[in-house]
């Protein structure tokens, strides 16, 4: 029998679906034009002279700007990753790595400059900061442009600020002790390429014992074309402390490649818990190339939220490092992989201390050739007796020319350990549609329900705003395309 | 001759050092397996030490070699050109460039009525390569025993093709017992068309160092594709394994059985994909995989891939991974079993259904003993 490997082209959908898709996108597509007299950017490229430029406009200690330029050099050594999806489409001297609107961080909405304000209100970010959260970050292409936190919080003694005040004000020691030293400059291109460039971002500090009850929240918009956003999120969430941050990031689509390279750390002492939740949702011409990573001291506990819905190519793997005994770490993740899209994604679990558990359970989807992998490594290390892992993935092809693989790693190095994996990969069954057709709901709308089912684990762990946007997100990808 | 085997179809992270294998093995002064062959039926047909390239003519004209595939939505697949794709890939094949090679037909609608062993024996000391393609033609019926075995340390590597024609079967056993710090690979390509069926149970047990690779192509629609393999990883030894079922066919059926236990010191890989290749409608494929962990400073690696390309099909990976519960011990030495027994009970149950699977009595016999050997403790019983 002959090879009949087939070279198949992605079909496009009619064009009336792609307009809807793209009228209904507006949501999350609008722009605002970049003007000199609003926005300074910087030359496009990747020079020792544009990293010190950087340091220059962001007035850092000089420290860090022997940091920037010794990631400068590793970034130039590290070669690009050779096992993910293809990112040669990203050319680094059309990006420029600097963007800020010409305004200070605001502690008031009404002063943050009009159309940036619009920006926001268009994604709800004001309205969710009254209804429903602590606090609120909002950084619009390479700086923040506005920071608040709700006073009670603030007088129990939590800390939530802008980077930039907290590296050089109070806090610069305590920054200086964790800037990337979970993730270090060599771990990987992109982690060194951060280190050179990174701006913006937010940094937190749960003291001991504190409970802030409601979630923290910073928002990222990259507005600016051909730009890339890096910034970085420290968290520091002391003994016994709990803390719920959200995350969550747009930008509108350009026909040119846009990058984020942004670097999370997450500190969780003894027995404090943090749950970090991520809804992101990029226009689909950026290269998200993102690093998280959460150290685990005794006790504690890291859940991880994550929806991945916008990029043209992700790379996102959140890692916890459970390095105290008895600590904890969750992730549950649901990826959706729609047209021209290669989305990426995963998590890995470090078990180091003894006793200590983790749980991954993930929900691929993909559609209209999107491209959907699900890589994960767990790592059970010889100190790590007693160890228990569990790692459940799902894949939901809605096509057939579309792709869905599942990558998952485990390493075990101890006896004392109990690891238990299970994948399937398979499609929405018919006799589902049938059923729901036949109680008179549409095909589309049944297919629709039947994917946000399978992706409830996901929004059934976020507030009920976020699950509403993850649902909202579903359904203009089911209908799109 | 340092080669890379195993690689993974697709790669991950360089750092777990999972995409591909390093197989040292010297290929000067190789000499030839004592092989005996047991119940030949008359109606096969047997070609014993074909030329290396009179064996190559014969893989290159079933017309199964790979080509690079199309880049389909965003995957870069890992090709090498291979006349026959194997689960160790085109190093293996340039490794075996100079061994002589068997060819094994089953005529048309030839259902021999036992099993064929291939025994090989490899003297101590020595080093030996061994081909084997196996054709099973047109609604023939068949069943091959491959037993490899030394009684003291020696190094031996087998490659065997499995060529199944249209409603061709094959029930294809293998397994190894070499012996001291033996050094063993077997790396199987098999091809299967409409209906055909492949049952492969394997067991390795023995030798330090082991390398297996498969890789079977359900080319033809309506295939049944089954394999169940077993081994003990004794103190310090190394087993790498790479298994690739690929669905290219409609509505076949493929499922892989990986049961093992690694003892103080032992190192395992496992990979193992279903491959589900467009157009393959219709097709379910399954693999699972325990290991029982049973002595410290284990290394278990595995990373099950399931590779999808097609909608309507179903694909499902399972894994186990860990030690004797604390219950199950308090519940065996409340009954009289000690931990050594107690695991030796555990080992043995997780390979009985490979190890029933032996058409041989007297191989299953060793087996038997082999495993009561490992476990046994000073005072026991004979």
Same mark, same amino acid.
């Given at each position: 029998?002959?090879?009949?490997?087939?070279?198949?082209?992605?079909?496009?959908?009619?064009?009336?679906?792609?307009?809807?898709?793209?009228?209904?996108?507006?949501?999350?597509?609008?722009?605002?034009?970049?003007?000199?007299?609003?926005?300074?950017?910087?030359?496009?490229?990747?020079?020792?002279?544009?990293?010190?430029?950087?340091?220059?406009?962001?007035?850092?200690?000089?420290?860090?700007?022997?940091?920037?330029?010794?990631?400068?050099?590793?970034?130039?050594?590290?070669?690009?990753?050779?096992?993910?999806?293809?990112?040669?489409?990203?050319?680094?001297?059309?990006?420029?790595?600097?963007?800020?609107?010409?305004?200070?961080?605001?502690?008031?909405?009404?002063?943050?400059?009009?159309?940036?304000?619009?920006?926001?209100?268009?994604?709800?970010?004001?309205?969710?900061?009254?209804?429903?959260?602590?606090?609120?970050?909002?950084?619009?292409?390479?700086?923040?442009?506005?920071?608040?936190?709700?006073?009670?919080?603030?007088?129990?003694?939590?800390?939530?600020?802008?980077?930039?005040?907290?590296?050089?004000?109070?806090?610069?020691?305590?920054?200086?002790?964790?800037?990337?030293?979970?993730?270090?400059?060599?771990?990987?291109?992109?982690?060194?390429?951060?280190?050179?460039?990174?701006?913006?971002?937010?940094?937190?500090?749960?003291?001991?014992?504190?409970?802030?009850?409601?979630?923290?929240?910073?928002?990222?918009?990259?507005?600016?074309?051909?730009?890339?956003?890096?910034?970085?999120?420290?968290?520091?969430?002391?003994?016994?402390?709990?803390?719920?941050?959200?995350?969550?990031?747009?930008?509108?689509?350009?026909?040119?490649?846009?990058?984020?390279?942004?670097?999370?750390?997450?500190?969780?002492?003894?027995?404090?818990?943090?749950?970090?939740?991520?809804?992101?949702?990029?226009?689909?011409?950026?290269?998200?190339?993102?690093?998280?990573?959460?150290?685990?001291?005794?006790?504690?506990?890291?859940?991880?939220?994550?929806?991945?819905?916008?990029?043209?190519?992700?790379?996102?793997?959140?890692?916890?490092?459970?390095?105290?005994?008895?600590?904890?770490?969750?992730?549950?993740?649901?990826?959706?992989?729609?047209?021209?899209?290669?989305?990426?994604?995963?998590?890995?679990?470090?078990?180091?201390?003894?006793?200590?558990?983790?749980?991954?359970?993930?929900?691929?989807?993909?559609?209209?050739?999107?491209?959907?992998?699900?890589?994960?490594?767990?790592?059970?290390?010889?100190?790590?007796?007693?160890?228990?892992?569990?790692?459940?993935?799902?894949?939901?092809?809605?096509?057939?020319?579309?792709?869905?693989?599942?990558?998952?790693?485990?390493?075990?190095?101890?006896?004392?350990?109990?690891?238990?994996?299970?994948?399937?990969?398979?499609?929405?069954?018919?006799?589902?549609?049938?059923?729901?057709?036949?109680?008179?709901?549409?095909?589309?709308?049944?297919?629709?329900?039947?994917?946000?089912?399978?992706?409830?684990?996901?929004?059934?762990?976020?507030?009920?705003?976020?699950?509403?946007?993850?649902?909202?997100?579903?359904?203009?990808?089911?209908?799109?395309? | 001759?340092?080669?890379?085997?195993?690689?993974?179809?697709?790669?991950?992270?360089?750092?777990?050092?999972?995409?591909?294998?390093?197989?040292?093995?010297?290929?000067?002064?190789?000499?030839?397996?004592?092989?005996?062959?047991?119940?030949?039926?008359?109606?096969?047909?047997?070609?014993?030490?074909?030329?290396?390239?009179?064996?190559?003519?014969?893989?290159?004209?079933?017309?199964?070699?790979?080509?690079?595939?199309?880049?389909?939505?965003?995957?870069?697949?890992?090709?090498?050109?291979?006349?026959?794709?194997?689960?160790?890939?085109?190093?293996?094949?340039?490794?075996?460039?100079?061994?002589?090679?068997?060819?094994?037909?089953?005529?048309?609608?030839?259902?021999?009525?036992?099993?064929?062993? #291939?025994?090989?024996?490899?003297?101590? !000391? *020595?080093?030996?390569?061994? &081909?084997?393609? %196996?054709?099973?033609? +047109?609604? @023939?019926?068949?069943?091959?025993?491959?037993?490899?075995?030394?009684?003291?340390?020696?190094?031996?590597?087998?490659?065997?093709?499995?060529?199944?024609?249209?409603?061709?079967?094959?029930?294809?056993?293998?397994?190894?017992?070499?012996?001291?710090?033996?050094?063993?690979?077997?790396?199987?390509?098999?091809?299967?068309?409409?209906?055909?069926?492949?049952?492969?149970?394997?067991?390795?047990?023995?030798?330090?160092?082991?390398?297996?690779?498969?890789?079977?192509?359900?080319?033809?629609?309506?295939?049944?594709?089954?394999?169940?393999?077993?081994?003990?990883?004794?103190?310090?030894?190394?087993?790498?394994?790479?298994?690739?079922?690929?669905?290219?066919?409609?509505?076949?059926?493929?499922?892989?059985? #990986?049961?093992?236990?690694?003892?103080? !010191? *032992?190192?395992?890989?496992? &990979?193992?994909? %279903?491959?589900?290749? +467009?157009? @393959?409608?219709?097709?379910?494929?399954?693999?699972?995989?325990?290991?029982?962990?049973?002595?410290?400073?284990?290394?278990?690696?595995?990373?099950?891939?399931?590779?999808?390309?097609?909608?309507?099909?179903?694909?499902?990976?399972?894994?186990?991974?860990?030690?004797?519960?604390?219950?199950?011990?308090?519940?065996?030495?409340?009954?009289?079993?000690?931990?050594?027994?107690?695991?030796?009970?555990?080992?043995?149950?997780?390979?009985?259904?490979?190890?029933?699977?032996?058409?041989?009595?007297?191989?299953?016999?060793?087996?038997?003993?082999?495993?009561?050997?490992?476990?046994?403790?000073?005072?026991?019983?004979?």
């Amino acid at each position: 029998m002959k090879n009949e490997y087939r070279k198949d082209t992605p079909v496009d959908g009619d064009e009336g679906r792609i307009l809807l898709d793209e009228a209904e996108r507006a949501l999350y597509d609008f722009r605002d034009e970049e003007s000199e007299e609003h926005f300074y950017r910087m030359e496009e490229g990747l020079t020792p002279e544009i990293v010190r430029q950087i340091s220059r406009e962001k007035h850092d200690p000089d420290w860090m700007l022997a940091f920037r330029l010794k990631s400068l050099e590793i970034y130039h050594q590290i070669p690009v990753p050779d096992w993910g999806p293809p990112i040669d489409g990203l050319d680094m001297d059309k990006i420029s790595s600097y963007v800020r609107p010409k305004t200070d961080m605001q502690q008031s909405w009404d002063d943050v400059p009009e159309d940036i304000k619009n920006a926001f209100e268009k994604l709800g970010i004001p309205k969710a900061e009254r209804e429903s959260l602590a606090g609120v970050g909002a950084q619009y292409d390479s700086e923040l442009v506005y920071h608040n936190v709700r006073e009670d919080v603030a007088k129990s003694g939590v800390v939530y600020t802008d980077m930039e005040s907290a590296l050089t004000g109070e806090y610069a020691e305590m920054v200086r002790t964790h800037f990337m030293k979970l993730v270090p400059p060599t771990d990987h291109k992109f982690a060194a390429l951060h280190g050179a460039v990174w701006s913006g971002g937010s940094f937190v500090y749960v003291p001991k014992g504190v409970h802030v009850e409601i979630p923290l929240q910073s928002y990222f918009r990259l507005n600016a074309k051909g730009a890339g956003q890096f910034e970085h999120t420290l968290i520091l969430v002391d003994e016994g402390a709990d803390l719920h941050f959200i995350e969550g990031c747009s930008a509108p689509k350009y026909n040119v490649a846009n990058l984020h390279a942004g670097c999370v750390e997450l500190y969780v002492a003894k027995n404090a818990r943090l749950r970090y939740s991520t809804i992101e949702n990029w226009s689909k011409n950026m290269y998200n190339l993102n690093t998280k990573r959460a150290l685990v001291e005794e006790g504690g506990t890291i859940e991880w939220v994550s929806g991945s819905f916008g990029s043209h190519e992700s790379y996102l793997y959140p890692t916890s490092v459970l390095k105290g005994d008895g600590s904890h770490a969750e992730f549950t993740g649901v990826t959706f992989a729609g047209k021209g899209q290669n989305l990426d994604t995963g998590a890995k679990m470090i078990h180091i201390g003894k006793n200590t558990s983790s749980f991954i359970d993930t929900k691929s989807i993909c559609k209209s050739g999107g491209v959907s992998t699900y890589r994960s490594s767990v790592e059970i290390r010889r100190s790590a007796e007693g160890a228990k892992a569990s790692v459940n993935c799902g894949s939901l092809m809605l096509d057939a020319i579309s792709r869905s693989d599942t990558v998952p790693a485990i390493d075990v190095r101890t006896r004392r350990a109990d690891v238990g994996h299970e994948a399937k990969i398979g499609r929405i069954s018919d006799e589902a549609v049938f059923y729901l057709m036949s109680r008179g709901i549409p095909e589309s709308e049944a297919r629709a329900m039947i994917v946000s089912g399978f992706a409830s684990p996901v929004s059934k762990e976020l507030p009920l705003e976020y699950a509403a946007e993850m649902n909202n997100l579903i359904k203009l990808e089911m209908e799109g395309g | 001759m340092t080669c890379q085997v195993n690689h993974l179809p697709v790669l991950t992270w360089n750092a777990l050092k999972l995409n591909a294998a390093s197989m040292d093995f010297d290929p000067a002064d190789l000499t030839s397996p004592t092989l005996t062959v047991n119940h030949f039926y008359g109606d096969a047909e047997r070609e014993e030490d074909l030329s290396p390239d009179a064996f190559e003519a014969r893989l290159a004209a079933l017309g199964t070699a790979n080509e690079e595939e199309a880049v389909v939505a965003g995957k870069f697949p890992i090709y090498a050109e291979q006349a026959f794709p194997t689960g160790m890939g085109a190093d293996a094949d340039r490794l075996m460039r100079n061994a002589p090679g068997t060819v094994l037909t089953f005529p048309e609608n030839c259902k021999p009525p036992k099993h064929i062993t #291939f025994r090989y024996t490899i003297p101590a !000391g *020595a080093s030996c390569l061994s &081909r084997l393609l %196996i054709t099973v033609k +047109r609604g @023939a019926d068949a069943s091959v025993l491959l037993y490899a075995a030394s009684e003291d340390t020696a190094a031996f590597g087998m490659q065997t093709y499995v060529y199944l024609e249209e409603g061709a079967s094959l029930r294809l056993t293998a397994v190894q017992r070499m012996a001291g710090d033996s050094f063993f690979f077997h790396d199987i390509g098999g091809w299967g068309e409409d209906k055909s069926s492949l049952s492969l149970a394997k067991l390795d047990l023995g030798a330090k160092t082991v390398y297996e690779g498969l890789n079977h192509t359900q080319a033809g629609d309506e295939c049944v594709f089954s394999a169940d393999l077993g081994y003990l990883g004794l103190r310090g030894s190394k087993t790498d394994i790479n298994y690739n079922d690929v669905f290219r066919g409609r509505r076949a059926d493929g499922k892989m059985l #990986f049961k093992g236990a690694l003892l103080d !010191g *032992a190192e395992k890989t496992f &990979r193992g994909t %279903i491959d589900f290749r +467009r157009a @393959a409608t219709g097709c379910t494929g399954d693999e699972q995989e325990d290991v029982i962990l049973l002595g410290d400073d284990v290394v278990n690696k595995t990373i099950p891939l399931i590779l999808g390309e097609e909608e309507d099909v179903e694909g499902r990976h399972a894994s186990s991974i860990g030690s004797l519960s604390d219950d199950m011990l308090f519940y065996m030495q409340t009954r009289g079993i000690d931990r050594v027994h107690a695991e030796e009970l555990m080992v043995r149950a997780s390979l009985a259904g490979i190890a029933d699977k032996i058409p041989s009595d007297d191989i299953r016999c060793g087996v038997n003993t082999y495993l009561a050997d490992v476990f046994k403790v000073e005072g026991d019983e004979p």
